[in-house]
């Protein structure tokens, strides 16, 4: 990728415009991480860059990017800008173009993501990014706690870089977190759970939620049982959701709803019993052993000598069931599968044609 990203560069600047790789890629080309985010800045206006590709197109938000598909893969393009004017401590809403790299650098968050590569593989770096990533310190470009007023989210960033990346926190940084923390109140929870899920999904997460509770952004973050995610074993991310117990605040599809529902109705109960694993299922029953630091050994054992995981693996059908009895579809059918789940699971019949239509025959 990074090859055809280089080319794409050339092509760049053979219409007589600046280019460069700028960011989290060559930040994370400097740690040895490989990474497929390539992001591309350059002088060519929006417009200009359009007259170079015909693959193009804007996205629905124009912050002066634009969106290029190249030898396949997909590039975003932008141009050298200042933000001038932001609004609820988030978004920039008046931008400027310029034609100078060092200022649209400036504009950035931390110096580890100003790093740039131009299209001959040459790094620059402007701001002294290359010296905090071997200090591995998170450092904000310029005055931490305007930089912060600027975009809150940067908080939940800084947090985010330190954790991935097993990096620490510049003093200056801290104390700009603890100025302006107040201001997450004012962030969506759709982005507050975004930068969250790549903390608790991070193989650092611990360190994650320790920094987080540090700097009191739980209360802030209106996550009162955060501290509780360390008390637990888990490092499923439904898990953790489901510790902190925040549906009525943040956003979760349908499928993470049900699952934490389940999971907190399922820590209530034996997780090795066969018919709560019959019911729950063996992600379900784990992660709820996991939250109260059970051994989960057992409980994948025992699932996997379960007879049954769900009705459709009983051995019969409903057609043959009313066939063996002469009788109409009707309710009767649920009350028979019920029956034929809690005998098959606790191992009081064998789950074979032969032997439930017995089974059937005698009792119904």
Same mark, same amino acid.
């Given at each position: ?283 379900? #029953? ?5 939250? &109260?630091? *059970?051994?989960? !050994?057992? =409980?994948? @054992? +025992? /699932? ?41 699971? #606790? ?5 074979? &044609?032969? *032997?439930?239509? !017995?089974? =059937?025959? @005698? +009792? /119904?």
């Amino acid at each position: 990728m990074l090859e055809e990203a280089l080319k794409l560069l050339k092509k760049i600047t053979e219409h007589s415009y600046d280019a460069y790789i700028v960011g989290g890629f060559v930040r994370d080309y400097i740690l040895g991480i490989e990474s497929n985010d390539i992001d591309i800045n350059t002088n060519a206006t929006p417009k200009q860059i359009r007259e170079i590709f015909e693959d193009s197109c804007l996205p629905s938000e124009d912050y002066g990017s634009v969106t290029v598909i190249f030898k396949g893969i997909r590039f975003e393009i932008t141009t050298f800008r200042k933000e001038l004017t932001y609004v609820n401590n988030r978004k920039p809403v008046e931008i400027e173009y310029i034609n100078n790299l060092y200022e649209d650098l400036i504009r950035r968050d931390f110096t580890i993501n100003t790093l740039c590569m131009d299209q001959d593989g040459k790094i620059i770096d402007m701001l002294e990014g290359r010296k905090d990533i071997d200090k591995r310190l998170i450092c904000t470009v310029g005055d931490a706690t305007s930089r912060f007023k600027e975009d809150a989210l940067r908080i939940l960033r800084a947090v985010r870089f330190a954790t991935i990346l097993d990096f620490n926190l510049s003093k200056e940084v801290i104390e700009g977190i603890k100025n302006t923390k107040n201001l997450l109140h004012n962030l969506s929870y759709y982005r507050k759970k975004e930068e969250l899920d790549k903390i608790f999904t991070s193989p650092n997460y611990k360190n994650g939620i320790k920094l987080l509770l540090e700097l009191g952004l739980d209360e802030e973050l209106e996550i009162p049982n955060l501290k509780k995610v360390l008390d637990s074993n888990t490092s499923s991310l439904i898990g953790i959701w489901s510790i902190l117990n925040v549906t009525d605040k943040y956003p979760f599809n349908k499928n993470e709803l049900e699952l934490i529902e389940k999971i907190n109705l399922a820590i209530k109960f034996d997780n090795s019993d066969p018919m709560n694993l019959y019911h729950y299922g063996l992600y379900v #029953n784990s992660v709820a052993a996991e939250i &109260k630091k *059970e051994d989960i !050994k057992p =409980i994948t @054992e +025992k /699932y996997a000598k379960l007879a049954i995981k769900s009705k459709k693996d009983i051995d019969i059908n409903s057609a043959t069931i009313m066939k063996l009895l002469n009788k109409a579809p009707g309710k009767y059918l649920k009350d028979i599968y019920d029956d034929l789940e809690i005998k098959i699971i #606790n191992n009081e019949l064998i789950n074979d &044609k032969e *032997e439930i239509c !017995k089974y =059937i025959c @005698e +009792k /119904y």
